[in-house]
């Protein structure tokens, strides 16, 4: 049976329309069938449902699809136009609401969904209300915003985590804490990486997921493989949280928390603010850390509420060169691929879609570097 919001029946819905308004025949509708349905698209874990379908989905679609299949750039060019007409279709339609247009490299449309910019101290504010509390709800609502706003991690990897995929101390291991988070699957062929999530985040932060990893092991490992026992889940049960139990209502708080709490007049009810929004955030503020370690004058630019975060202290700009510059790279900064191996870090094949879509803050870091060029010249 096929559902109501099911990509086949909107395949065919959009058919019987393009037949019925275009007056396109069945040879242009076995094209346009063939250009919907090819097979690494259609292999993707989310194609089928259009309730499923995020702006990462698209752009997984954009990155894939052309270099896999090995297309011509009229191929590209015919695919991304008829998948776009399909994507206006469901939206008239009240469908797929939000979906920016997917585009191929070089394309020309730039999502401006996701640009607005959580604050470092509006994320302090946050976090610290959700340590607060030790349910098993906030806890997983806590290390959740963690990955997705430090971490750079998908909606989608952040619910697909267990046990297994959290390299960690174990209690009573001497030396410093660290904390991998393994990625092994995910919407793109380059998003197997592994995140160093005790890297991006400070050590107290760091504390509390090791203690929530700690009680879901001991609660858990006795009776299940680590495999089998969600990294967020409640704490009765070794299964996790569904997403629009745990990342909905997460994103539904911190919307509400931010609003007008910390930034007199701030308006949050015409941004696009769901979890994805945290990946935009992950990036641009790694971006401006790496850069600052080579202008620091970057920092004298924040707010003083900024600069006092954590997150620029000495130790911790020092963390994210570590987390980025990996042993094998260490001459990479000189050699100007830092944007390439944040690229890995994040997921993405390479810095085109990160500089593209991510990086919200790269034209004021690149406009206050040239102007600090032109006082020396």
């Given at each position: 049976?096929?559902?109501?919001?099911?990509?086949?029946?909107?395949?065919?819905?959009?058919?019987?329309?393009?037949?019925?308004?275009?007056?396109?025949?069945?040879?242009?509708?076995?094209?346009?069938?063939?250009r919907?349905?090819?097979?690494?698209?259609?292999?993707?874990?989310?194609?089928?449902?259009?309730?499923?379908w995020?702006?990462e989905?698209?752009?997984?679609i954009?990155?894939?699809?052309?270099?896999?299949?090995?297309?011509?750039?009229?191929?590209?060019?015919?695919?991304?136009?008829?998948?776009?007409?399909?994507?206006?279709?469901?939206?008239?339609n009240?469908?797929?609401?939000g979906i920016?247009?997917?585009q191929?490299?070089?394309g020309?449309?730039?999502?401006?969904?996701?640009?607005?910019?959580?604050?470092?101290?509006?994320?302090?504010?946050?976090?610290?209300?959700?340590?607060?509390?030790?349910?098993?709800?906030?806890?997983?609502?806590?290390?959740?915003?963690?990955?997705?706003?430090?971490?750079?991690?998908?909606?989608?990897?952040?619910?697909?985590l267990?046990?297994?995929?959290?390299?960690?101390?174990?209690?009573?291991?001497?030396?410093?804490?660290?904390?991998?988070?393994?990625?092994h699957?995910?919407?793109?062929?380059?998003?197997?990486?592994?995140?160093?999530?005790?890297?991006?985040?400070?050590?107290e932060?760091?504390?509390?997921?090791?203690?929530?990893?700690?009680?879901?092991?001991?609660?858990?490992?006795?009776?299940?493989?680590?495999?089998?026992?969600?990294?967020?889940?409640?704490?009765?049960?070794?299964?996790?949280y569904?997403?629009?139990?745990?990342?909905?209502?997460?994103?539904?708080?911190?919307?509400?928390?931010?609003?007008g709490?910390?930034?007199?007049?701030?308006?949050?009810e015409?941004i696009?603010?769901?979890?994805?929004?945290?990946?935009?955030?992950?990036?641009?503020?790694?971006?401006?850390?790496?850069?600052?370690?080579?202008?620091?004058?970057?920092?004298?630019?924040?707010?003083s509420t900024?600069?006092?975060h954590?997150?620029?202290t000495?130790a911790?700009?020092?963390?994210?060169?570590?987390?980025v510059?990996?042993?094998?790279?260490?001459d990479?900064?000189a050699?100007?691929?830092?944007?390439?191996?944040?690229?890995?870090?994040?997921?993405?094949?390479?810095?085109q879609?990160?500089?593209?879509?991510?990086t919200?803050?790269?034209?004021?870091?690149?406009?206050?570097?040239?102007?600090?060029?032109?006082?020396?010249?």
């Amino acid at each position: 049976m096929l559902g109501e919001d099911s990509y086949p029946l909107w395949i065919l819905l959009w058919l019987s329309y393009q037949s019925s308004t275009q007056g396109n025949k069945a040879s242009t509708l076995r094209t346009y069938l063939s250009r919907l349905t090819p097979t690494s698209m259609m292999m993707l874990p989310d194609i089928p449902w259009l309730t499923l379908w995020d702006g990462e989905l698209m752009e997984a679609i954009s990155e894939q699809l052309p270099t896999q299949k090995g297309w011509d750039t009229s191929t590209s060019h015919n695919f991304f136009q008829t998948f776009n007409q399909f994507i206006s279709f469901c939206q008239g339609n009240d469908r797929l609401t939000g979906i920016p247009p997917v585009q191929g490299e070089g394309g020309r449309f730039i999502s401006t969904l996701r640009t607005h910019l959580i604050m470092p101290h509006e994320a302090e504010h946050l976090t610290r209300a959700l340590s607060r509390r030790r349910s098993g709800l906030r806890r997983s609502w806590l290390i959740a915003f963690l990955l997705g706003y430090y971490g750079g991690l998908r909606a989608g990897e952040v619910m697909a985590l267990t046990l297994h995929d959290v390299i960690i101390n174990q209690p009573g291991d001497d030396g410093p804490t660290y904390c991998y988070v393994e990625i092994h699957a995910g919407k793109t062929a380059n998003a197997r990486r592994s995140v160093p999530l005790h890297l991006l985040i400070s050590p107290e932060l760091m504390t509390l997921v090791k203690e929530w990893i700690d009680r879901r092991r001991e609660s858990f490992a006795g009776q299940q493989r680590l495999k089998n026992i969600a990294l967020l889940g409640p704490e009765s049960s070794p299964l996790g949280y569904s997403r629009e139990s745990l990342l909905t209502p997460l994103m539904a708080w911190a919307r509400q928390s931010l609003r007008g709490a910390l930034t007199p007049g701030l308006e949050l009810e015409d941004i696009h603010f769901d979890f994805h929004l945290l990946r935009h955030n992950a990036i641009s503020w790694l971006v401006l850390r790496l850069y600052s370690d080579d202008y620091p004058q970057l920092l004298d630019r924040l707010s003083s509420t900024c600069r006092g975060h954590w997150s620029f202290t000495p130790a911790a700009l020092a963390n994210c060169r570590r987390a980025v510059y990996d042993v094998l790279e260490r001459d990479a900064k000189a050699r100007g691929h830092r944007l390439e191996l944040l690229a890995k870090l994040i997921g993405h094949r390479n810095s085109q879609t990160l500089t593209h879509h991510y990086t919200h803050v790269l034209g004021e870091i690149h406009g206050e570097v040239l102007l600090e060029l032109m006082k020396r010249r």
